[in-house]
């Protein structure tokens, strides 16, 4: 009898709990799948602390190869799912696509970012769920902070040194705790203008700071962030977003870079294709977790709205607290529909008591219901974090010993771009990366990429986003002068101001991020000569038509080559060193005589009015264009990659700035393709 097939979408707390219990009572008499866009099961409670530079990033994650020995782990994002047929189709990290058969199916999908009708945000704000926006963050706080330093403008220091959280709960009166504390270390090795600190402003509609626990803890975190500076406004949202800074609900408007979004979280939409019984973007389940009419079929976590049976007509909220215990209740369930268990058990809690990390040695917490507050609420903070942790306790405690004693590393990365993390996107947890499959990021990501890296270093916004894809081969060569270039594609409509560090480092442009249109490639794809998602109607690169390929004239000029572009470490228009155009380079034919070549003579081994040296009077070189066909080619017919009636293959016809490629261009002088090219080295 073959063994039951089990897959679990999700590796949240719901779904890590779901595979690691199953695991242990099925004993290998099933076969179970764990399907999930990391490697990773992430620790969301600690995820400020990544922000704050008090924990690496790797301490918050474990690793489910090595905690789940008995699980088969996908990479890959679930796309559609066939009740019917109990198939679930899936895309994986590289686009492709895969197929998963199964007996019982669990969604513990989790939750993306809470998205509300207010202009600018999707543009300029950035959302807490994942580990790259933890990342992004800890790296633009920084360089805020960094420019605002060396800014001489007293406006432009306080734009930059302000900072906006939107939302008190947990997440966001942590984020602005720690962040509070974060850049108040920073300014001490880099002093701002006199009189001047960082600012964290904290909003919330609500009445009161974290209005989800008791008014006493609500009370003590309020006064602990009003200590630290936090300018806390209850009752007041942002009414506006904008390049600059936001437009608060009271009129107020607000000179800001940073813009957090912790207005709280909303199931994610896989959900929400399946065509069955909701409750507010949630899938209806019965008190066992399993969705009605569908014996197969299981649901916990954030994506699964779970009778409470303490309150009855009411559902369980949306908390890791309650995740964590919803996934050991659906794996009993799950291992007893298969008869790999015991009997079927509801879903019942206790309440515990809530924690709220409010950085230093300073938390709000009420184990129990026994309300506590400073040092005492911050051991008791830490040490249920590291009970239930399924992992890297050591580790974790050893970060905080060396915060307690050294001081914190404040250094940008540079691993997380801007527009890699938009708010609006079904994967928070994945960093979108050019040329990356992304079918559901683009079909959720709808109202924009987020802020653009040149905002955050010429004028400190978070940029404007959606104006198109980025495209590496776009960006100037290195160390070319002028901030204000302004870079035009044939073809691709207004052109986009680029700025001296984008210029300078290859930065992608303003607010474009990758759109998965076969306009980038990643890596994987590049090395494999794969095309690029999206590409069949556009021409293949390296042939003639289309676009030219890089390093070759036409179109557009590829670096170190004539046209357009200059070439890498050389000024304004003129063509590199070895390269034809307005100057001959060394060793090349052309107008005027080759350098360290005596009157008018052309270099050696290289064609030109007067014959090479070491050949017959007036019989071109081997392999050199001219009169007579090279050796080893038949009488007459030019040999290939020679100029001649037939072009070389991947060689374009036309000279540098004219028009592409005929079919039968002019016999001229081609640079050989038979031998390693040279001249590039050194920019890709």
Excluded at 203 to 216: G, I, N, Q, S, T
Aim: glycine residues 14%; contains cysteine; charged residues 20%.
């Amino acid at each position: 009898m073959s063994r039951p097939r089990i897959v679990i979408v999700g590796a949240g707390f719901a779904g890590y709990r779901t595979a690691r219990t199953l695991s242990r009572l099925t004993r290998g008499r099933a076969h179970i799948t764990l399907l999930n866009p990391t490697d990773y099961f992430l620790y969301l409670p600690l995820l400020p602390q990544v922000a704050a530079g008090i924990l690496e990033p790797r301490r918050v994650t474990v690793s489910l190869s090595d905690s789940l020995p008995d699980v088969r782990l996908v990479l890959g994002e679930a796309d559609r799912i066939d009740l019917d047929d109990r198939t679930l189709h899936y895309t994986g990290p590289e686009g492709e696509g895969g197929t998963l058969a199964y007996d019982r199916l669990v969604l513990a999908a989790g939750s993306v970012n809470k998205l509300l009708p207010i202009p600018g945000v999707a543009e300029h704000a950035h959302g807490f769920r994942g580990l790259p926006e933890a990342l992004y963050l800890r790296d633009h706080v920084t360089r805020q902070v960094e420019l605002a330093a060396s800014a001489d403008d007293p406006e432009t220091c306080a734009a930059r040194c302000t900072f906006v959280v939107v939302g008190a709960g947990y997440t966001g009166t942590e984020v602005a705790a720690h962040g509070q504390m974060f850049t108040d270390a920073q300014v001490r090795k880099h002093p701002l203008r006199q009189g001047m600190r960082p600012r964290w402003m904290l909003l919330d509609v609500a009445p009161r700071v974290l209005p989800e626990m008791d008014e006493k803890l609500s009370t003590t975190a309020d006064r602990v962030l009003r200590q630290r500076g936090v300018d806390v406004r209850m009752g007041t949202s942002v009414k506006e977003a904008t390049h600059d800074g936001v437009v608060l609900t009271d009129g107020e408007f607000v000179e800001t870079r940073t813009l957090v979004w912790c207005v709280g979280v909303r199931p994610d939409p896989l959900v929400e294709s399946l065509g069955l019984p909701m409750e507010k973007g949630r899938l209806l389940v019965d008190p066992h977790l399993q969705v009605p009419g569908r014996p197969e079929l299981f649901a916990c976590g954030d994506v699964a709205a779970v009778p409470d049976l303490e309150n009855p007509g009411s559902y369980t909220p949306m908390t890791a607290q309650h995740a964590w215990r919803h996934g050991k209740v659906a794996a009993e369930n799950v291992a007893a529909s298969l008869g790999l268990g015991g009997a079927r058990k509801p879903y019942r809690h206790r309440d515990l008591g809530f924690v709220v990390d409010l950085g230093g040695a300073k938390a709000a917490a009420n184990p129990l219901g026994v309300p506590l507050s400073g040092v005492p609420a911050g051991v008791v903070t830490r040490g249920y974090h590291l009970a239930a942790m399924p992992g890297n306790r050591v580790r974790v405690a050893a970060d905080w010993l060396l915060d307690a004693v050294l001081p914190r590393q404040a250094v940008q990365l540079g691993l997380v771009r801007s527009w890699s993390v938009p708010l609006d996107t079904s994967s928070p947890e994945v960093a979108r990366v050019p040329g990356g499959p992304g079918q559901r990021q683009e079909a959720s990501a709808r109202s924009g990429p987020g802020a653009a890296l040149a905002a955050d270093t010429d004028d400190g916004g978070p940029g404007t986003g959606g104006q198109g894809p980025a495209r590496p081969h776009e960006e100037p060569a290195k160390g070319q002068p002028g901030s204000g270039a302004t870079q035009v594609r044939p073809g691709s409509g207004a052109a986009v101001p680029r700025s001296e560090s984008e210029t300078a480092k290859g930065r992608p442009v303003e607010g474009r991020p990758p759109s998965g249109h076969g306009e980038l490639r990643s890596e994987s794809e590049t090395a494999k000569g794969r095309p690029a998602a999206g590409a069949a109607a556009e021409p293949d690169r390296n042939q003639p038509g289309g676009e030219p390929a890089r390093s070759q004239p036409g179109g557009e000029a590829a670096r170190n080559q004539p046209g357009g572009e200059p070439a890498s470490g050389q000024p304004g228009g003129e063509p590199a060193s070895g390269q034809p155009g307005g100057e001959p380079a060394r060793s090349q034919p052309g107008g005027e005589a080759a350098r360290n070549q005596p009157s008018g003579e052309p270099a050696r081994n290289q064609p030109g009015g007067e014959p090479a040296r070491n050949q017959p009077g007036g019989e071109p070189a081997r392999n050199q264009p001219g009169g007579e066909p090279a050796k080893n080619q038949p009488g007459g017919e030019p040999a290939k990659n020679q100029p001649g009636g037939e072009p070389a293959k991947n060689q374009p016809a036309s000279r540098p700035g004219q028009s592409p490629p005929t079919p039968h261009p002019a016999p001229g002088p081609v640079k050989r393709t038979d031998l390693p090219d040279d001249s590039a080295k050194g920019d890709s």
